[in-house]
């Protein structure tokens, strides 16, 4: 199986038919070979966006080898390129396996996401049935480093054991160069996202401005806590959301939230050992970088 990540670009995906594929419904290739939703497939069939042979076609349809399935994303809100299966991973042992997670990608199943997610990417890659438990938090629009247990014991002694360093952009610029705001976030009625509220969780959040240019500041960031979204409303809430992030009126000059998670560190359970993983910032960010910062 192949899995889909979201990007915004106009993109005709071609496949041909092969022989392990032929006999099957054009339906089971567009789902079990390419990934997509049952919600994906009923928008491209209303789209007449799934062509076989450069002819729409149902999707009760018999594919033979040499057929042409092509699927035309223009159509989508939120068009695709395809991911590989094999994750690109920086760092394996018995207890740990750690990716770096695209933009666009869930980090685990959710009733929105059940199919389309790095967990499951991680679970196939492993060869397992057993199931894959997420450290830490990574939002879907953010990029960078992924933790995951292989097992329960490795997934109760690290929880809360990683220590994660973030890179944001911000826009506008900050009074303090290096500084930690502590806040509260919990769920405003009416509201999607996190918003500070008195009776939410406490979020201790550290920064420090690495540059600066005319409208925007790269930061690096860390945290002391975990809370859903607890980057991205706290520099909205001061005035400062991160670019790309639609959801706490940030600016749209990124297709995605400006936030990539660079490092992990952490002692190994059985060696003691101090480990360090880092990861380079995904393409898209760093062409804003090189675009707005001197």
């Given amino acids: 199986m192949s899995f889909l990540l979201r990007c915004n670009m106009n993109y005709l995906y071609t496949l041909p038919i092969t022989i392990e594929q032929e006999g099957n419904r054009v339906k089971d290739i567009l789902s079990d070979d390419i990934g997509l ?3 994906d497939i009923s928008r491209l069939l209303h789209e007449k966006a799934i062509l076989l042979n450069v002819e729409t076609c149902p999707l009760s349809y018999i594919v033979k080898k040499g057929d042409l399935l092509q699927i035309d994303f223009a159509c989508m809100p939120a068009l695709y390129v395809l991911l590989t299966k094999k994750p690109e991973v920086l ?3 018995d207890d740990l396996c750690i990716v770096n997670k695209p933009f666009g990608l869930p980090s685990h ?19 397992t049935k057993e199931p894959v438990r997420t450290i830490g938090r990574l939002d879907k629009d953010a990029s960078g480093i992924m933790v995951y247990a292989k097992n329960k014991q490795a997934s109760v002694d690290y929880q809360d054991k990683m220590h994660k360093e973030y890179t944001a952009i911000i826009e506008g610029k900050l009074n303090q160069k290096q500084g930690t705001i502590t806040y509260a976030l919990g769920k405003a009625k009416g509201k999607k996202g996190s918003s500070f509220t008195e009776d939410g969780k406490e979020c201790i959040t550290h920064y420090e401005v690495l540059q600066e240019s005319y409208g925007y500041s790269m930061l690096k960031v860390w945290i002391d806590t975990g809370r859903k979204h607890q980057i991205r409303a706290g520099f909205a809430e001061s005035g400062h959301p991160l670019v790309g992030d639609r959801l706490y009126k940030g600016s749209p000059f990124m297709d995605r939230v400006a936030l990539h998670c660079q490092a992990v560190s952490w002692i190994d359970r059985k060696t003691k050992e101090k480990k360090t993983i880092q990861c380079e910032l995904s393409e898209d960010m760093q062409k804003f970088i090189n675009a707005y910062f001197e």
Wanted: proline share 4%; net charge negative; aromatic share 8%.
């Fill in 91 to 93: 760092y394996e042992d």
């Fill in 109 to 127: 199943a959710s009733k929105e996401h059940p199919e389309e997610n790095m967990g499951k990417i991680i679970k196939e890659y492993l060869c």
């Fill in 37 to 39: 939703s049952r919600r």
